[in-house]
């Protein structure tokens, strides 16, 4: 198993990001990158001397965080972040626990400022030098309640607010940096800007965080882990596997094997591209393997969710074994796991309780499937995944595709799953993906996908009566799948499409459009 306080090779420009338990952190992660800088996150709590001095930071962040710093048990910055000799940006109550800990005095405040705020640029520093001037009225986001009070000694004010006096501060010659609000997210115009004096102006770093570099010493590192044993990996037609799958197969060529399990519930024509795309294009070897009357057969009569999502997981597992002990076994099991999955993060209430998330893209590791894991994703973000997809060269069908949930069309289908149910399933969601794709909306939505209710209404087509099935269309926009609004299509596209599914696929007569947010409603409808 990998280890999880692993850090990419020394020779890249690094920065610490030290996490105070902020909804978000890792945006400032984001902002570092997107500028060609190498960083990683990780808890207060868990940055000791030594492992800093090993990770060789150029500089570090202090996130934002939940608490107070006048609690007790408030945490704090270590005190070595303070004697390293290294640049210090403190963000929200990173700013605030730094200008306590270095003699500042922090004081809760009755007027609390959330959301959108202004700023009075006073005066100038390394963090706004050709980004703000002196005099200007400046947007920013704050969420704080407290305040400083009173400065540091070597400190000073570069811009204030009406909450905050104290909203940007500097001690250049320690190189030293505050800011009350955050520049991490979007709303704050020119945060990035900010955040970019730091780690390029501030702390040397010249972006030298590529994708090409990435490729090439993660390659590195797999043939260095693998040598000449086998890998093993699932590939289920995502991002993540896809791009996994390839970028080790250019490390280790046919020491990989790819097993495709195909269950029956997947997209129209998907099943045909990834075998064209992997086993034609990349010459990857790949088992595909049919499994759909399996699959079919196990669920027929099926109509709990939950037994449903149950069934397939067991048979997934069941099946991918049975192929890799057809294949020999392997002493690798590769896994797109991503680094939103691996950040240790910090409790809520910014205790030092650490939870690591685990993520098997497989359904879990069964019993006795003796491998190692190989994760050559586990320090990219989703978009940076898909940059490295483009830069491998795969199909841009794949590498921009909306997520698809493991268990397929089956949790689309609520009651019984049957394969004449999954067929005409599949000719709805075409003719909606086809639309929308028309229309130069798919990159705009984060998922969107027809569900076959199980329900026959009454329609009329020419001069006849209909009894036929209904649909809904699902769309909405999110930025991780944990909450999602609907997306707001206007109604002549709603009704084109509607047109085009009723007069196109039989059995279909009327469509409806799901226009429910997450929560209180799930993206899936099972
Ligand atoms: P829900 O329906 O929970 O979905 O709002 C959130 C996101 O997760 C996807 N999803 C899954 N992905 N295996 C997966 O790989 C699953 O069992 C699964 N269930 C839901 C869903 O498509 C959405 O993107």
């Known amino acids: 198993m990998a280890d999880p ?84 940006l403190g963000i929200c109550y990173g700013q605030q626990t730094m200008a306590a800990q270095l003699g500042g005095v922090v004081e809760g405040s009755d007027h609390r400022e959330f959301g959108r705020a202004f700023v009075d640029v006073t005066g100038e520093c390394a963090i706004t030098q050709g980004v703000w001037a002196p005099g200007a009225r400046e947007q920013v986001w704050m969420s704080h309640g407290d305040r400083i009070t009173a400065l540091p000694p070597g400190f000073r004010s570069v811009a204030s607010s009406e909450g905050a006096p104290f909203s940007v501060i500097a001690d250049d010659e320690r190189r030293f940096y505050g800011t009350m609000f955050h520049p991490e997210v979007v709303h704050t115009p020119h945060g990035a800007a900010l955040l970019k004096n730091f780690t390029h102006g501030i702390c040397g770093c010249s972006g030298d965080w590529t994708m090409g570099a990435y490729r090439a010493e993660t390659i590195a590192k797999i043939r260095a882990q693998v040598g000449t044993g086998r890998v093993v990996c699932g590939l289920s037609g995502g991002v993540d596997s896809s791009v996994a799958a390839v970028l080790i197969h250019e490390a280790i060529g046919d020491q990989l094997t790819c097993i495709y399990v195909d269950h029956g519930l997947m997209r129209a024509n998907e099943s045909e591209q990834v075998v064209k795309t992997f086993r034609d294009r990349f010459n990857i070897h790949l ?45 690798f099991l590769a896994q797109g796991t991503l680094y939103p999955d691996v950040i240790e993060s910090v409790s809520a209430t910014g205790g030092p309780s650490v939870t690591i998330k685990s993520h098997h893209n497989v359904g879990g590791l069964p019993e006795g499937m003796r491998m190692q894991l190989i994760e050559p994703l586990r320090e990219l973000f989703k978009d940076e995944v898909r940059v490295l997809g483009r830069e491998l060269g795969i199909p841009e069908e794949i590498v921009g595709r909306h997520p698809f949930p493991g268990p397929g069309l089956a949790i689309r289908i609520p009651g019984d799953v049957t394969r004449e149910k999954a067929d005409l399933l599949r000719r709805v969601d075409t003719v909606f993906l086809e639309e929308i794709r028309n229309a130069g909306l798919y990159d705009a939505i984060w998922q969107a996908f027809a569900v076959l209710l199980p329900v026959r209404t009454v329609g009329v087509m020419g001069d006849g009566r209909t009894y036929d099935q209904a649909c809904a269309l699902r769309a909405v926009t999110s930025t991780d799948g944990m909450t999602a609004d609907v997306y707001p299509f206007d109604m002549a596209f709603l009704s084109r499409v509607s047109n085009r599914i009723v007069n196109e696929v039989r059995g279909i007569n009327r469509v409806t459009y799901d226009i429910t947010s997450k929560p209180p409603g799930t993206i899936e409808w099972e």
């Open 5 to 88: 306080n692993a850090s990419a090779p020394a020779r890249h420009e690094h920065v610490l990001i030290l996490d105070f338990g902020s909804q978000v952190t890792q945006l400032i992660a984001r902002r570092l990158r997107e500028t060609g800088v190498y960083c990683e996150i990780w808890p207060f709590s868990h940055a000791p001397e030594a492992r800093i001095r090993a990770f060789a930071p150029r500089g570090i962040i202090l996130s934002g965080g939940p608490a107070s710093v006048n609690e007790g048990s408030s945490p704090k910055a270590p005190d070595h972040v303070f004697t390293l000799g290294l640049p210090v």
């Open 287 to 331: 088992v595909h393997r049919d499994a759909s009357d399996l699959f079919l057969g196990q669920l027929s009569g099926v109509t709990d969710p939950e037994i449903k999502r149950k069934t397939i997981g067991r048979l997934f597992i069941e099946v991918f074994e049975e192929e890799q002990n057809k294949i020999g076994g392997a002493d």
